[in-house]
């Protein structure tokens, strides 16, 4: 969506590798997420971070870091990459309590 | 039991009739209530909020919140082809990263 994309949009990984996603924001937004969908599992949060070097856990943290480094990037790592983590994920914006707003997403596929 | 149940559907309808879609939830901290469309393939889209108990109103799309009954619905009324998507229903409560606690959508078509 506008103000907000995502890199890369496909990636195939193998098992054991080092991943990173991507996400950049041009609206200035304090918050931003990062989210995994998966079919019956919808989204599940990974990571979130409320300003810049502040981040914390999601639902679903185990095997994920991340990094923010400036208010508009925000980076997801796999550290090292297992067929589980074949996913979709979204990255997503916000600043009020009711609003996130989400970019185009990510197929990551890991063989 | 998840916080937020959605029924998973598929739902699906024919052009022009009244939809109604539905989540129900355990927490009744949630003070903010959300609505995203998501096309095949697409990011999320923010349809509609509402905070607290009541009725809101966008073009075709009603909001409905049950604060009570820890029920919120979406009507969508007239629907369009161009409404098949998945509906995913969204909560929030004032905590450190604003999170959002999501069900798991329900995927609808509309059949011209």
């Known amino acids: 969506d506008a103000g907000i994309t995502q890199s890369p949009r496909h990636k195939v990984t193998e098992t054991g590798t080092p991943v990173t996603l991507r996400c950049h924001q041009t609206?200035?937004?304090?918050?931003m997420y990062w989210y995994r969908q998966d079919p019956g599992h919808g989204l599940r949060l990974i990571h979130y971070?409320?300003?810049?070097?502040?981040?914390d856990k999601g639902e679903v943290s185990d095997g994920y870091s991340v990094s923010r480094s400036k208010t508009e990037d925000f980076l997801l790592t796999l550290e090292s990459a297992t067929s589980s983590q074949t996913s979709v994920y979204f990255c997503?914006?916000?600043?009020?309590?009711?609003?996130?707003?989400f970019g185009p997403g990510t197929r990551l596929t890991v063989t | 039991q998840k916080e937020v149940e959605q029924d998973p559907g598929p739902l699906s309808v024919p052009e022009g009739a009244i939809v109604s879609l539905n989540c129900t939830y355990s927490?009744?901290?949630?003070?903010?209530f959300m609505w995203y469309r998501q096309y095949s393939r697409k990011g999320p889209e923010l349809l509609m909020y509402?905070?607290?108990?009541g009725n809101k109103e966008d073009g075709r799309f009603t909001a409905q919140v049950d604060k009570s009954s820890k029920y919120i619905s979406l009507f969508i009324r007239d629907s369009q082809p161009s409404d098949s998507a998945t509906y995913l229903c969204?909560?929030?409560?004032?905590?450190?990263?604003?999170?959002?606690?999501f069900g798991t959508g329900t995927s609808l078509t509309v059949i011209p």
């Open positions: 927490n009744s901290a949630f003070q903010y």
């Open positions: 971070s409320y300003g810049v070097k502040d981040t």
């Open positions: 969204a909560m929030s409560v004032q905590n450190t990263g604003n999170q959002f606690y």
């Open positions: 997503a914006m916000g600043g009020q309590i009711y609003e996130q707003y």
């Open positions: 609206e200035n937004h304090r918050y």
């Open positions: 509402t905070y607290s108990s």
